[in-house]
Every structure is written in structure tokens, then in C-alpha cells.
T-cell receptor, first 117, second 116 residues
């Protein structure tokens, strides 16, 4: 069965510094997708970045990068130059392809990031 | 930009009542989902729906829950007889066909259900 683990319930970072949010996963599938979503206090879920299991390069999207270590089954999110607006809950997620043709995406417990001025 | 819309944004109901949460996914998306988030906790998978049938459901999605896509645009979640522990934010999400994008989920803004 799939499993996503985020071991950091809360993290603090100084504004303008970089921060790494940890995520490990467990799956027996060869083909899967890894995602990070941001949930601000307003509650909406915002897609940040995606990494495919066959992608050899680490994904990057602006200030977000995903440190993908397939052998270690980790997919850490790195936020560079943190901003006050980055304060939010961050969820790591994994998608598997179902035999029925659909997809299933499950989420980790989340890490709450606090950016200090 | 197209978006997933959910109604109602907040519903208060008495225990034992039936509730229907409605979602309009993005029009050309093929995969539909419901997730639940109890306040301050993780986002829990309830059900995925593809090709007019359930692809997979979690252990949370028991006989009290059902989903429907009645008219090709709406995607509904029905809770037949609500319990106190059903109080949560319910998110609808959709994703496009496989060959488009990364398959990320496009979420609605959620429907907050409060069961008294």
C-alpha cells in the first residue's frame, strides 16, 4: 500500500532564507507521480510542483524545487528565499495509476511552515 | 482560468440528516475526486471517479457515502445519515486526461460541513 510520511509537523524559517520540507514515500509501483501542495490559512489547496518517477532531473518551479532521491524514496521540497506569504501548510502527495484506469492521490500529514520577519 | 466550483461553501446539519455536496469540475477533465479534511488534520482520500464509475474508494467511504455524476457537469457527494465525525471540509478535485499536464489535482475551495 502507498504511504506518505512528513515528519516535520512545524518548521520555522527566517525571511529570505531557504528551507527544506521533508517527504518520504513508500510504493511498490514503478510509475508514480509526486506532488507538493500549499494550503494557506484561507484553506484552498494550491499545486506547487510535480516530479514523475521516471524524471531524471529534479523539478523546479520558480522558488520551489523538488529534491528527488528515488533510491531513498524521498521527495523533499526546497523553498528558496522564503517570503512571509510562504507561511502555510505544505502537503506532499503521491499519485498512483489504478488498474481501473483512474488515478488515486494520497497526502502526507503536512508540515506547517512559519516564515519569520 | 477554468476552476472547480463547489456548493455550498458551508452547511450546517443535524445528525442523521442527509447532505449533498455539489461540485462542478473543470469541463474537459476526466478524473474526479472527493477528499475530506478534518480541521487541522491531513487531507484524506475518499473516492476517485472515472468513466462514470468509482475507480477506488477508501475505508472512510462506507455505505453512508455515495457519488454521482448525474448530468455530465455536476459531481455530487451524498452522505446519507450524517454523524458528528463527518464534520470536516470536503474538497472536490478534478484532473485532466493523462496526456495533458502532470495529472495534478485542481481543487475546489471546499465545502465545510458541520454536523450538530
Amino acid at each position: 500500500a502507498q504511504k506518505i510520511t512528513q515528519t516535520q509537523p512545524g518548521m520555522f524559517v527566517q525571511e529570505k532564507e531557504a528551507v527544506t520540507l521533508d517527504c518520504t514515500y513508500d510504493t511498490s509501483d514503478q510509475s508514480y507521480g509526486l506532488f507538493w501542495y500549499k494550503q494557506p490559512s484561507s484553506g484552498e489547496m494550491i499545486f506547487l510542483i510535480y516530479q514523475g518517477s521516471y524524471d531524471e532531473q529534479n523539478a523546479t518551479e520558480g522558488r520551489y524545487s523538488l529534491n528527488f532521491q528515488k533510491a531513498r524514496k524521498s521527495a523533499n521540497l526546497v523553498i528558496s528565499a522564503s517570503q512571509l506569504g510562504d507561511s502555510a501548510m505544505y502537503f506532499c502527495a503521491m499519485r498512483e495509476v489504478l488498474n481501473t484506469g483512474g488515478f488515486k492521490t494520497i497526502f502526507g500529514a503536512g508540515t506547517r511552515l512559519f516564515v519569520k520577519a | 482560468e477554468p476552476e472547480v466550483t463547489q456548493t455550498p461553501s458551508h452547511q450546517v446539519t443535524q445528525m442523521g440528516q442527509e447532505v449533498i455536496l455539489r461540485c462542478v469540475p473543470i469541463s474537459n477533465h476526466l478524473y474526479f475526486y472527493w477528499y475530506r479534511q478534518i480541521l487541522g488534520q491531513k487531507v484524506e482520500f475518499l473516492v476517485s471517479f472515472y468513466n462514470n464509475e468509482i475507480s477506488e474508494k477508501s475505508e472512510i467511504f462506507d455505505d453512508q457515502f455515495s457519488v454521482e455524476r448525474p448530468d455530465g457537469s455536476n459531481f455530487t457527494l451524498k452522505i446519507r445519515s450524517t454523524k458528528l465525525e463527518d464534520s470536516a471540509m470536503y474538497f472536490c478535485a478534478s484532473s485532466p486526461r493523462r496526456t495533458v499536464g502532470n495529472g495534478e489535482l485542481f481543487f475546489g475551495e471546499g465545502s465545510r460541513l458541520t454536523v450538530l
